[in-house]
Nanobody, 116 residues
Framework: QVHMVESGGGLVQAGESLKISCVADNSRLLINDMGWYRQAPGKQRELVATISRGGRTNYADFARGRFAISRDNAKNTVDLQMNSLRPEDTAVYYC??????????WGQGTQVTVSS
């Protein structure tokens, strides 16, 4: 059993920064890829960023240059630092991990709201 626990969402103004975090509560889980998706009201869930176990990162176009994903393999955590936030970044952000057996686990989502 694996639970993904997210934290750090909230309400910020446009131009401000916010960091969201996620931890997999099973310390024995061997994780390969980690990442974040988001879903805005009335829209499909979309990829934000991913990071491999070796640290290779991948970003959606809207995130590149503003967001930074990082992870701590020893703690099974993944963070997303979001800078220069825009109202269109308002969404529920979901973390996910893929383990060595290619099983994926998702967090419950954390709300990020950016006011103009």
């Amino acid at each position: 059993q694996v639970h993904m626990v997210e934290s750090g969402g909230g309400l910020v103004q446009a131009g401000e920064s916010l960091k969201i975090s996620c931890v997999a509560d099973n310390s024995r889980l061997l994780i390969n890829d980690m990442g974040w998706y988001r879903q805005a009201p009335g829209k499909q869930r979309e990829l934000v960023a991913t990071i491999s176990r070796g640290g290779r990162t991948n970003y959606a176009d809207f995130a590149r240059g503003r967001f930074a994903i990082s992870r701590d393999n020893a703690k099974n955590t993944v963070d997303l630092q979001m800078n220069s936030l825009r109202p269109e970044d308002t969404a529920v952000y979901y973390c996910y991990v893929v383990d060595a057996l290619r099983r994926d686990y998702w967090g419950q989502g954390t709300q990020v709201t950016v006011s103009s």
